[in-house]
């Protein structure tokens, strides 16, 4: 059965420092998600993606954020230059188009900002 | 702007009894689909069961069913035959439109434990 990936499943930086966070969609998928989980809280929505563009974003993606499809199978977050509150679980998800209204997410990015 | 209630932050059940989740939402919207996550220690998301609005039959998914009350607006999960499995963070999502802007919003979840 299809699967959204996600690489890293574990990364450690330092503060200040860029982190690209990588997602590989299910292959005939559409749109594409960003959210995010802090520890212990609910899963906050970032950012949506359709037709290379940014549909949809929240207030805590700020200019230190930024997505990208740089192919036809990746789907990638940078964060600019990290901060402590950062830290979280980051999680991207897929949608189709065909009876389409469920996102399936993939196993996550535990990101740890130190 | 929507939003979704989870109220009860733990619950505990005995394996193979049943269990029920609650969720309510608010919305303004007529068009939406409802959804429950469920979030294993590993914290992978996993989609449980979905409802859409504008069906009045229930949503059923092997041992898993939903209680779909629209007027009231509230969705909770049924877990018929617990199994030890199925201890994880329960999350009940909300979503409006299914284009290019659609999102989840989450509720704060629900921690179930099975007991053997």
């Known amino acids: 059965e299809p699967e959204v990936t996600q690489t890293p499943s574990h990364q450690v930086t330092q503060m200040g420092q860029e982190v690209i966070l990588r997602c590989v969609p299910i292959?005939?998928?559409?749109?594409f998600y960003w959210y995010r989980q802090i520890l212990g809280q609910k899963v906050e929505f970032l950012v949506s993606f359709y037709n290379n563009e940014i549909s949809e974003k929240s207030e805590i993606f700020d200019d230190q954020f930024s997505v990208e499809r740089p192919d036809g199978s990746n789907f990638t977050l940078k964060i600019r230059s990290t901060k402590l509150e950062d830290s979280a679980m980051y999680f991207c998800?897929?949608?189709?188009?065909?009876?389409?209204?469920?996102?399936?997410f993939g196993p996550g990015t535990r990101l740890l900002v130190l | 702007a929507q939003t979704v209630t989870q109220s009860q932050p733990e619950m505990s059940v005995q394996e193979a009894e049943t269990v029920t989740l609650s969720c309510t939402y608010d919305?303004?919207?007529?068009?939406?689909?409802l959804f429950w996550y469920k979030q294993p220690p590993s914290r992978q998301m996993i989609l449980v069961i979905r409802?859409?609005?504008?069906?009045?039959q229930n949503a059923t998914e092997n041992r898993f069913s939903v209680n779909f009350q629209k007027a009231a607006k509230s969705f909770s999960l049924k877990i018929s035959d617990s199994q030890l499995g199925d201890t994880a963070m329960y999350f009940c999502a909300f979503m409006t439109h299914t284009g290019a802007n659609s999102k989840l919003t989450f509720g704060k979840g629900i921690t179930l434990s099975v007991r053997p």
């Open positions: 292959s005939n998928h559409l749109y």
């Open positions: 998800a897929s949608r189709g188009t065909s009876g389409g209204e469920t996102q399936y």
């Open positions: 409802q859409e609005a504008y069906k009045q």
């Open positions: 919305t303004s919207e007529n068009n939406y689909y």
